[in-house]
């Protein structure tokens, strides 16, 4: 099958393939800032390409724009490389976001499944612990802690740092939206199937009930119920490679 379980430490599940894609793209820009250094400093390219013309009237101007661009290219073509190297290091160490709780499941989860910690949408939006594999894609979001929460005549409160109680967004509410931004944005993509995508909320000790648009699920109980979600048959294995590949260039 495409998606076999795999036996890596948490974190390096999906996000293995933009890493590698952010080291490569950086050894290459530093690669060309180097060779674009050499041939300035070592070499006498940019003394006869600014003494190409130097009786004619744009012959000055030619000159100082050859050596404007000489000097600034390579600096620029280096911080590009070591941007991408350190946005490389940032993925492996795990600090582009805090740590998601059924990310760091990843060796619970059924077989043929790969999970990410986090995918960014193009409008703002950024959707925890989504896990893809033959069911579609599933993403968790946690629904605040009992003790900081609660529902008065149908809204949702929450206590913040000075012991007040303010009106919040519903959680389940939020994780449907959620679902929709990300429906949105896959419908974008040129494909000829679609893939679907379903919206859960987590607790210790789940207190709501589920809805028509969002599932509440206990955190143990995420392994089995991914397993128990229906196979999409319309995703084949390339189908599938194409969607990882999508949220992989998110994440």
């Keep these: 099958m495409l998606y076999q379980r795999r036996e890596h430490l948490p974190g390096t599940t999906m ?13 290459g820009w530093l690669a060309i800032g180097l060779v674009a250094a050499w041939i300035v400093f070592f070499t006498p390219l940019l003394d006869r390409a600014a003494g190409l013309a130097p009786r004619s009237p744009a012959g000055p101007l030619f000159g100082a724009i050859a050596w404007a661009v000489a000097l600034t290219a390579p600096t620029a073509f280096v911080v590009l490389g070591l941007s991408r190297l350190a946005g490389a290091v940032a993925h492996l160490r795990g600090r582009t976001g805090p740590r998601r709780p059924v990310h760091a499941m990843a060796r619970r989860l059924p077989a043929g499944v790969e999970s990410l910690p986090s995918i960014h949408l193009p409008d703002g939006r950024t959707i925890p612990d989504v ?90 109980d995420v392994p089995g119920w991914i397993a128990a979600l229906p196979a999409q048959r319309s995703l084949s294995p390339a189908r599938l490679q194409h969607v990882r590949e999508v949220l992989d260039r998110i994440a």
């Design 131 to 220: 896990v893809l594999g033959p069911h579609g894609i599933a993403f968790f979001e946690p629904l605040p802690p009992p003790v900081a929460s609660r529902q008065v005549g149908g809204r949702w409160e929450a206590r913040f740092s000075d012991g007040r109680w303010r009106p919040i967004e519903n959680p389940l509410d939020r994780a449907a939206r959620d679902a929709d931004g990300l429906r949105r944005f896959l419908a974008e993509d040129d494909r000829d199937f679609v893939v679907k995508v379903h919206p859960v909320v987590t607790a210790t000790l789940p207190q709501v009930e589920r809805t028509d648009t969002c599932a509440v699920v206990a955190l143990a």
């Design 15 to 27: 996000r293995s393939a933009a890493v590698a894609s952010l080291m490569c793209a950086g050894v």
